[in-house]
């Protein structure tokens, strides 16, 4: 994933998208950068490796010698951005977030087409800022260059340029990832987060719609290509990845969560599927309001059998290598032994991806005295590797525990029942979440409905993105 900041203030604002951008380092491991315009120093860029440190630890030197009234920072977990543009259009930066599927394609016509050029990272991959660019450079003005864009991209991307006199911002043509504009008395800024400016003074006067395209200075903004009517904003940001202070369309991520554990508890109440357990928990961080809503309406009490140490394993710190990931997943995990032993425990989790390390963290809560360990998932069960963005490392469809099983049971034939699969009701369905239960070590497991993640997030079906749920494309 990654997320972005921007502001356009009447003074200084290098803290702001320092602080900003910071309040992003949740959806990307990566690479952070920053890049400013002043008149006195013009165009001034920073880019740094996040993958052993935090942003805010690389950027502290370097918001001391950077100034300017215009600022922009993003947080990648792929290229280094923002990029810097020289075109017909001047020079500018650019900052995206989102994934193309078609890069090959749009690179082999550029070149045939006369782009001289591109940024090539060291994996020989060209730079998908550097591609946005090229491609917005093809027309005679931003507005026209980025619909040109949108139109020529297959996948997602939404994006921020920084010129001398303005910020520009885009979101994607279907509206898979939220762009917010807040407002202060000295200026404007844009953000994928809402709660990230609301420390910094600003307030929430405006929300991008699907494949809209804004201006802001410090005397306001202005809308350049009005929004359509395809939105189709992605659930996951509700269900994991989104912070729990974010608002997205107007829904708070740390209610919904909450709404959501409250109508899996009804589910199970209502079929008779509630085990008898001591304790109701959520495995931190994301599974943890989704649990607290399960025991509200349960009456089971909350707790937490194990603790997550952070202060010196933070998110961004995510070593390549598998087994190291492995390592420091299972260093983070502290247990209270007497939350644990000979407790019958039912877990929460946002999501069950490949199930490797929901696995491991079973044997450890069993290492440690767990009597019976219990599972709901947040959400329906994985099926479809997502297509329209980039945070799920899965390569392969067959890598998710779901669609493994599926394949063992019936082969390439599976495909088609994968709906029954998804339903707890049928035969295959029971079949499905006994498996994963057998390999987990798992007493029971249930996950969350379709209808039912669609109730919690309180927006239309046809609003939101289910692809990985159901493989609905838009």
């Not at 989704?290 to 202060?311: D, L, V």
């Not at 390549?320 to 877990?347: D, T, W």
């Not at 899965?394 to 998710?400: A, F, G, R």
Request: proline letters at 3%; glycine letters at 8%.
């Amino acid at each position: 994933m990654g997320g972005f900041f921007g502001a356009a203030s009447k003074n200084d604002c290098i803290a702001d998208v320092f602080f900003g951008t910071d309040y992003h380092s949740h959806l990307g491991t990566r690479r952070g950068g920053m890049t400013a315009y002043s008149d006195d120093k013009g165009f001034q860029r920073s880019i740094h490796s996040i993958e052993n440190s935090p942003f805010r630890t690389k950027f502290e030197n370097d918001i001391e010698s950077m100034a300017g009234g215009l600022c922009i920072g993003c947080i990648s977990d792929t290229d280094p951005q923002p990029i810097m543009v020289r075109s017909k259009l001047g020079l500018y930066a650019v900052c995206t977030i989102g994934v193309i599927n078609n890069a090959r394609e749009l690179e082999d016509e550029l070149l045939s087409n006369g782009c001289a050029s591109f940024e090539t990272m060291s994996s020989g991959k060209i730079n998908s800022s550097d591609l946005v660019g090229a491609l917005i450079a093809q027309k005679s003005s931003f507005t026209e260059g980025i619909k040109y864009a949108q139109e020529k991209i297959v996948g997602t991307v939404s994006l921020l340029i920084l010129t001398k006199d303005c910020i520009i911002a885009a979101r994607d043509n279907m509206g898979k990832l939220p762009i917010l504009i807040g407002k202060r008395d000295d200026g404007y800024c844009l953000s994928f987060e809402s709660f990230a400016y609301q420390k910094l003074g600003y307030e929430t006067c405006y929300e991008l719609g699907s494949g809209e395209i804004v201006k802001i200075t410090s005397d306001g903004y202005e809308i350049l290509a009005e929004k359509n009517n395809n939105m189709s904003i992605c659930s996951f940001l509700w269900t994991y990845y989104g912070y729990p202070n974010s608002v997205y369309e107007g829904v708070t991520v740390e209610t919904m969560r909450t709404r959501n554990g409250e109508i899996m508890a009804e589910f199970d109440m209502k079929n008779g599927t509630l085990p008898d357990v001591d304790y109701i928990c959520g495995i931190p961080d994301s599974g943890v309001p989704h649990a607290i809503g399960y025991a509200n309406k349960s009456g089971i009490p909350f707790a937490r059998p194990f603790i997550k140490y952070t202060p010196t394993w933070p998110r961004s710190f995510m070593p390549s290598n598998q087994s190291m990931r492995n390592q420091v997943a299972k260093m983070k995990l502290i247990p209270v032994h007497e939350l644990i032993e000979g407790k019958k425990l039912l877990f929460v989790d946002d999501s069950i991806v490949r199930g490797t390390q929901l696995r491991e963290t079973v044997e450890f809560l069993y290492a440690n005295g767990a009597k019976e360990i219990h599972m709901r998932s947040a959400c329906p069960p994985i099926m479809y590797s997502c297509k329209y963005l980039n945070f799920s490392r899965s390569t392969s469809e067959l890598e998710l525990i779901a669609r493994k099983i599926i394949d063992e049971f019936e082969g390439a034939e599976g495909v088609k029942y994968i709906a029954e699969y998804s339903d707890t009701t049928t035969e295959r369905g029971k079949k499905l979440r006994d498996e994963i239960c057998k390999r987990l070590k798992l007493t029971s497991l249930e996950f969350q409905t379709l209808e039912g993640s669609v109730n919690a997030i309180g927006l239309k079906k046809c609003d939101l993105c289910t692809y990985c749920w159901d493989g609905c494309e838009d």
